[in-house]
Every structure is written in structure tokens, then in C-alpha cells.
């Protein structure tokens, strides 16, 4: 059974940081890419970043390259998501996911609020 576990989220102030964990099981985890999506309130669900299964691909949303880092730790089955620089508007819930047999699953997501 696929499973995956968001966790690292809060409230931070502008300008501040965030680091984003994403637990997987129920699959081989290194054989898989993995990715980062987000939904602020009142808008659809966007893709973030995502990771390819050896970690050497790597991409991101054009309103967070440079700030936000995707990367993955294969022996502990977890995806990161590293986020400097927050800005108001990237006040979102945070959801990570994976493409498995014909099928996309999804965590219940973790949510961050940059504000003053």
C-alpha cells in the first residue's frame, strides 16, 4: 500500500526558510520520481519541483527557481523540498506525490503560511 507522509510545515515570517520532508512506503522508493505540488486557497493545485528517480533531474516552478532546492534521500525513503526566501504568495498547502502503475497518489499535504 502506497503511503506518503508530509511534514515541516508552519508559519514562518517573509524572507525566512523551510524544509519540507515527504515519507514514502509501499514501493521501491529509488526507482521512482518524485514530485513537489502546491494549492494556495481559492486556486488550482501547481507543480512545484520534481526530482527523477536518481536525483541527477531536477525541475522547478519558474515563481521558485532559485529559491526553493528539491532533493531526495533514497535510504530513507524521503523527499525533500528546501524553501529560502518565502514570500507571501507562496502561502500553499504542500503535497508531495508519486507515479505508480498507472496511478498518482498523494500525501495529505503540509501547510505553509509565510506572513508577518
Known amino acids: 500500500q502506497v503511503k506518503l507522509v508530509e511534514s515541516g510545515g508552519g508559519l514562518v515570517q517573509p524572507g525566512g526558510s523551510l524544509r519540507l520532508s515527504c515519507v514514502a512506503s509501499?514501493?521501491?522508493?529509488?526507482?521512482?520520481?518524485m514530485s513537489w505540488y502546491r494549492q494556495a486557497p481559492g486556486k488550482e493545485r501547481e507543480l512545484v519541483a520534481h526530482?527523477?528517480?536518481?536525483?541527477?533531474?531536477?525541475n522547478y516552478a519558474d515563481s521558485v527557481k532559485g529559491r526553493f532546492t528539491i532533493s531526495r534521500d533514497d535510504a530513507k525513503n524521503t523527499v525533500y523540498l528546501q524553501m529560502n526566501s518565502l514570500k507571501p504568495e507562496d502561502t500553499a498547502v504542500y503535497s508531495c506525490?508519486?507515479?505508480?502503475?498507472?496511478?498518482?497518489?498523494w500525501g495529505k499535504g503540509t501547510l505553509v503560511t509565510a506572513s508577518s
Open positions: 506525490n508519486v507515479y505508480y502503475y498507472g496511478r498518482t497518489y
Open positions: 526530482i527523477g528517480s536518481t536525483g541527477e533531474y531536477t
Open positions: 509501499g514501493f521501491i522508493f529509488r526507482r521512482y520520481a
